[in-house]
């Protein structure tokens, strides 16, 4: 047989064998490092339709998260803020702040066709996966946990991968995503403001009865 091929063809035949593999490596690698939540997600801001300053509003004014997601403490779903909510600050009929801004049009067309204000979604998990805002808001997970400094954001962007090692990691260790219910929505909340942080995560974590989930179907439904 090893007539029949001359003595370079098989070096040929090394060096593709060996070339196919290397693809295949960089293929994998690839394909591990882009198609990621953290490579897809984390950093994903878009453009809105109106240029809500979460900086300003939460930041400066101090406005409560539930003033504009009213329903992310008894909902499975956050909701984005109703025109009604917005039409309470910046409405010309209520003596608004800047009723007549052009950046605040198609909050006024909104409020005249009755059609929501077009809101781009930021942060998503995917399609298969079920996750109940209520339980972990009630629980003491703060909105920081997941969504970052919203207060410091000019404009929000999507800040943690969200992806199942991520959650998983924060399962095996609540104790850091942990703080008192009545300081959930302060964003500002610090672990020392509450004295001795071992023996209030202690109390937390019994108080509240967490617990990693045991099987798959926890998550996915």
């Known amino acids: 047989m090893s007539n029949l091929f001359p003595a370079y063809s098989r070096r040929i035949f090394l060096v593709a064998l060996l070339g196919l ?4 490596v960089l293929v994998v690698a690839g394909v591990t490092y882009y198609v990621t939540p953290k490579y897809t997600r984390v950093g994903y ?9 979460h900086k300003w509003h939460v930041g400066e004014l101090g406005l409560d998260c539930r003033y504009c997601h009213n329903h992310v403490g008894d909902s499975p779903h956050s909701n984005v803020p109703g025109t009604a909510t917005c039409i309470n600050c910046h409405g010309k009929d209520f003596g608004g702040i800047k009723p007549d801004s052009p950046e605040l049009a198609p909050l006024r067309v909104a409020w005249d066709t009755g059609q929501p204000v077009p809101w781009i979604r930021i942060h998503k998990v995917p399609e298969y996966v079920y996750f109940n805002h209520a339980v972990h808001v009630k629980r003491g997970v703060s909105c920081v946990s997941c969504h970052g400094k919203v207060n ?10 969200l992806s199942m090692g991520w ?10 995503a942990l703080r008192p219910a009545d300081q ?5 909340w610090s672990p020392n403001d509450s004295g001795s942080q071992d ?3 202690k109390a937390l974590i019994k108080d509240a009865d967490i617990k990693p989930p ?5 998550c996915h439904r």
């Open 152 to 161: 410091e954001m000019e404009v929000v962007y999507h800040h943690e991968p």
């Open 167 to 176: 959650c998983l990691n924060c399962h095996r260790n609540p104790e850091k």
């Open 21 to 24: 593999a290397l693809i295949g």
């Open 199 to 201: 023996a209030f995560v």
């Open 184 to 188: 959930v929505t302060n964003l500002n």
């Open 214 to 218: 045991k099987d798959c179907s926890a």
């Open 45 to 53: 801001q878009p453009q809105q339709p109106i240029s809500f300053s």
